[in-house]
Each structure stands twice: as C-alpha cells, then as structure tokens.
C-alpha cells in the first residue's frame, strides 16, 4: 500500500518535471527570441536586446529554464513581457474563476450521470433505456461551446432569462454571480453529464451480470435494492477513472466556454496571451493546466485505493 | 442484433452524408463560398440559398459544404499520423520487454495530460495560427489512444497458441508481429480509428471557434459557429446550420465506431473510447 502510494507520487513528480522540460522545450525551439515575438517583427534590435536583458533571456537556455523551474516551486511565476505586471497574481485571481467553473460543472455532470446512467442500465431492454441512451449519445456529440451558444439563443436572446455574457464576483454581487454562472456550467456540465452517463450506464450493466448481485436477489432484496447495497461502489471504480481523465476534457471545455461567456478565467487568459504573444504567461498558464489534470490523476489513483479495498494488496 | 446494425447503418449514413458533401464540393455547390453578396445580407432560407445567407451575404450552404473539407482533412492527416505512430509502438510496448512496455504506457499517460486544443493553443503562441498546427496537435494527441489499444489487443493476441505455436518455431517477433499480431489486431484500431476521428471534429471545431484553425477565408464550421454568436438575435438559424452539422458528424463517427466494433469483433468488450476527448 505504502510502496504503491509513494510510486504514484515518484510517476507524479517525474512527470511534472518532463512537463515543465517539455513546455519550455517548445518555447524555447522558436526561432528568434521570446523577446522579438512579443515586440513584433518591426520592432528595433535594440528595443528586442533591452527587453531580453530586462528579463534575463540573453542567459543561456538551461538558466532560463532553472530560474523559471525555481520561480515556480516558489509560486513566482516572473513577468509578463508585455504588460510587466506579476504574473501569479494575475492567474490566482482568473484560477479562481476556472475553479467555480469546473467544480460546479462536474458536480452538476455527476448530478445528471449517475442516475441517469443507473436508469439507462436498469432499463437498457426497455424503450425507455434505450431512448436515454440515444439521447446521451446525442449529448456527446455536442460539444460545450456549441451547446454554449445554443443555450445563449434561447434562454437569453430569445426568452431573456439570463444573462448572454459576463462574470461577477460572488462577493460582489452574489445574484447576479448565480445568474451568469448558469448558463455556462449548463453547456460544460450538461455535455460531461451525458459522457459520463454513458459510463456509468455500461459499468452498472456490468456490475449487473456479477455473481455477488444474483445472490443478493437469490436472498430476495429487490433489483434496484440489490445494486445499491452491494453494485453502486464496484460500478465506482471506471467511473470515477473517468471523471478523473475527463477534467483534461473540462478544462479545455472550460478555456472555450469563457470565450463564448466572455469570462475572464485561465482559458480567456491564455487566449489573450497567445494574441499579444505574451510567451511566458502562455507558458505559465498551459503549466499550470497540465500540472492540474497530472495531479487529478494521481488523486484518481490514491481514490481506487479507497473504492476498492481489494486493489491495495496488488503489488 | 438488430440493434447493433442499426447504429452501423446510421453512423455509416451520417459519415457517408458528411464525406459526400466534401467530395460534391470540389466541382459543385451552389453557390461560390467566398461570394459576397451584399443585397443577400442575413437572408433567409429560399430557391436561391437553401439555407440561407451569413452576415456578408455568402451562401450557408456552400459554405457548410466546403466546410466540411477542412473538417474531413484534419480529421484524415490527424488521426491518420496518430495511427502511424501509435500502432508500432502500442506493438512495440506489447512484443518486446516488459520494462520497455511500461515506460511507453508511462509516456502515453503523460501525453494525455496534454490535451489537443491547449497543445494547439501553445503550438499557435509560438508558430502563429494554421491548420497544419491543428493537425499536429490533434494527432500527437491521439497518439496514446492507439498506443493502448493496439498494445491491450497484441498482449491478448500474444498469449494465444498460434502464437507460442509461432515462437517455438523459431519465427523472429518482426515476423510474429506482421504476420500473426498485427491482422489480429486490426479491427481495433479501425474502430479506434473511427472514434478518435468523432475527437478529432470536437478538437477542430473547437479550434475554429476560437480562430485557431483554418484561417478566415477558409469556410470551418467552427468559424461559421463562432461567426453566428454576434448574430443570435437576428438570425439564430446561422448557429444551428454549422452546431448541426458538427454534432451530426461527431454522432456519425461515434456511431460507426460503435457499429463497427459489434460487427468486427462481438466478443470485444464494450469499450467507450469517449475518454480520449
């Protein structure tokens, strides 16, 4: 157990250093300096040489790159090139909005999965579980942003319910924080919700032919009875790998989804970034998004150990 | 058993539909793509425009026709790379040593933890926008999905007689591989191909949408998509043309990849590949 745990966490550690190798790696292969990106191909070599000396990329790449590694061990994640304000800041305040985002979303997609997909699989011979299931595969078909923009359509501009765009501050005005935050976590959880419905509709159908189930009714608790006293936590298991590999999903969901709500998360940032070529708040921020999605993983894989007793024994 | 070739029928339906409008558009649609026609302004479906015009006048449905193109390119060169690279190493990781297996599996771990659009998103930052750009991403990020596959399929085809019976004869793993692994193999990844394709038009439409993609005088339905959301109020219908398609497309694919998984192998379990999204 003990020996499993702290091989996750070494696999963990490796892999947020090849990443922070590989996402510098490929800032670092362009041609010219980060410098001439962010002043524009016109701008004068001496503006280009000042801003590098300013910002210390006239150092050889392997310093660069050990300064950058310790800034972020230090949550000091330098200066933007082109607005020379503190970075960490900056994305502290926009991780937060992603946050709100994500979290409600997933909460909201495992509102809607597991009974629905408990449902689909229960009633996977009658129309009824077929006719769920055509629909969450209608669901999957439909990315975020298009249901995004489909939702805006109707509940904004056609019945003026809710607001098309925009972001406030739950402390500032919690109404209205609600308002605009329904529509977006509507398209991202509505869309995983259908994915993972899927899920868990095939692991519960699955949990539904094991041996343990058919004594359960052999001892005469009821089907539904029967699944969740002793199938629901064994169903658990592929689903929760899933919700695990899904937040890479939600994340990117999540950066399109500000763009169509105007809303100023990591993804808007990144976005903004990318076109006021800003290379070390790009690299920052896809820094911060894959050490997210690696370190959901690895707690994905300390959750099986909790779900399933059976897996801490395995090697 | 009815069931299942009905979701063979409409998926392969859906894609034939979606692969026909790309190939018409090359020497016919109905109007010229690019052709603005001011007077045409947001115009309604008619005989003239069947569904109806964009904001500058140009025809919906030729655009929606040449979309489909840049939709079935990247598609095609992105999951067709992946294969490329994916299935020799998922052959590699199964055939030879253990440790060399593990290693490959670690790396594709970690690979899914970047996924397409941030990869693109950071391959745009510094290469400037393109589709080429999102085909490489694409691709690279698809990659995993072969690699586990082809490698859960060979290290089953491995343990089977024919090959131990192939190994005692002295055949040479090359050899074991091409001739007795990899046709066993096959249906795997063809079905896998088919789902990775459904991820692919997510990725790209997703890449458009936020002018990541094709550049603006290429018609993308994501672009199309993106185009529209100024416009909800006026005319709605320009959303839904391109979010129909998109979804049809991703539907069709998922649905033959499901279909095709039924027919080529029965046995295979149930193995929702959505995952890789």
Redesign the interface.
């Known amino acids: 157990m003990i020996l499993r745990l702290l091989s996750r966490l070494a ?1 963990l550690v490796a ?1 947020l250093a ?2 922070t190798m ?2 510098f790696g ?2 670092v ?2 041609p010219g300096s980060p410098a001439r ?1 962010a002043l524009g191909v016109n701008a004068s070599d001496a503006s280009v040489a000042q801003l590098e000396q300013e910002f210390g990329l006239d150092r050889p790449k392997g310093v660069q790159y050990l300064d950058w590694v310790g800034g972020l061990l230090r949550f000091d994640l330098g200066r933007s090139y082109v607005s020379r304000a503190e970075i960490a800041p900056q994305i502290a305040d926009r991780l937060q909005v992603t946050l709100w985002l994500v979290v409600t979303s997933t909460v909201l997609a495992l509102v809607i999965a597991v009974p629905l997909g408990v449902l689909m699989a229960v009633r996977h011979r009658r129309a009824s579980g ?1 006719l769920l299931s055509a629909l969450s ?2 669901g ?4 975020a ?2 249901a995004g ?2 939702l ?2 109707l509940f ?3 019945l003026g319910w809710l607001p ?1 765009n925009g972001w406030t501050p739950p402390v500032e005005d919690p109404a209205m924080f609600l308002e605009q935050l329904v529509l977006p976590v509507l398209s991202l959880g509505l869309v995983q919700g259908a ?1 993972l419905a ?2 868990v509709r ?1 692991a519960v159908l699955d949990v539904m032919r094991e041996d343990y189930i058919r004594t359960a009714r052999a001892k005469g608790l009821r089907p539904m009875r029967a699944l969740v006293r002793h199938g629901l936590r064994n169903a658990a298991i592929p689903v929760v790998t ?1 919700l695990g ?2 937040l ?2 939600l ?2 969901g999540a ?2 989804i500000e ?2 709500f105007v809303i100023p998360g990591l993804g808007s940032g ?2 903004d ?2 076109a006021n ?1 800003d ?1 070390i708040l ?1 690299q920052d921020i ?1 820094m911060l ?2 050490t997210a ?2 370190i959901v ?1 690895f707690v994905v894989d300390l959750l099986y150990l909790v779900i399933d007793p059976r897996l801490r024994s395995v090697r | 058993m009815r069931r299942r070739s009905g979701t063979l029928v409409i998926g392969g339906s859906l894609v034939a539909m979606v692969i026909l409008a790309a190939l018409v558009s090359f020497v016919w649609t109905p109007h010229d793509p690019g052709l603005v026609v001011p007077q045409d302004r947001l115009a309604g479906p008619s005989g003239k425009h069947w569904l109806g015009a964009d904001k500058l006048g140009r025809d919906e449905l030729s655009r929606l026709m040449v979309g489909a193109r840049t939709t079935l390119l990247v598609g095609i060169v992105s999951v067709g790379v992946a294969a490329l690279i994916g299935v020799p190493l998922g052959l590699v990781a199964a055939m030879t040593w253990r440790w060399l297996g593990e290693i490959l599996m670690r790396v594709s771990d970690f690979v899914l933890a970047f996924p397409a659009v941030l990869l693109a998103i950071m391959l745009t930052a510094i290469y400037g926008s393109g589709v080429v750009i999102a085909m490489i991403a694409i691709g690279i990020s698809t990659i995993p999905a072969f690699a586990r596959v082809v490698r859960s399929g060979a290290l089953q085809v491995m343990s089977t007689e024919y090959v131990v019976a192939a190994r005692a004869a002295g055949r040479r793993p090359v050899g074991i591989g091409l001739r007795h692994v990899l046709p066993n193999v096959t249906s795997l990844i063809i079905v896998q191909a088919s789902v990775s394709f459904a991820i692919a038009i997510l990725a790209e439409a997703a890449l458009s949408f936020l002018g990541l993609g094709a550049p603006p005088d290429v018609p993308s339905w994501g672009r199309m998509l993106q185009e529209s959301q100024s416009l909800l109020q006026q005319a709605p219908r320009l959303a839904i043309v391109p979010g129909v398609a998109i979804a049809l497309a991703v539907l069709g694919f998922n649905l033959l990849g499901d279909g095709l998984r039924d027919l080529l192998d029965p046995r295979l379990q149930q193995r929702r590949v959505e995952v890789q999204r």
């Open positions: 696999v892999s090849v990443s590989v996402v490929f800032m292969v362009l990106v077929v595969q209608v999957v078909a439909v990315p942003f298009l923009v489909l805006v359509a904004s501009v056609r098309a994915v899927r899920y095939s899933v590999l899904q890479a999903t994340l990117v950066v399109v763009r169509v990144l976005l970034a990318v070529r290379l790009v896809v998004l894959v999605v690696l993983n």
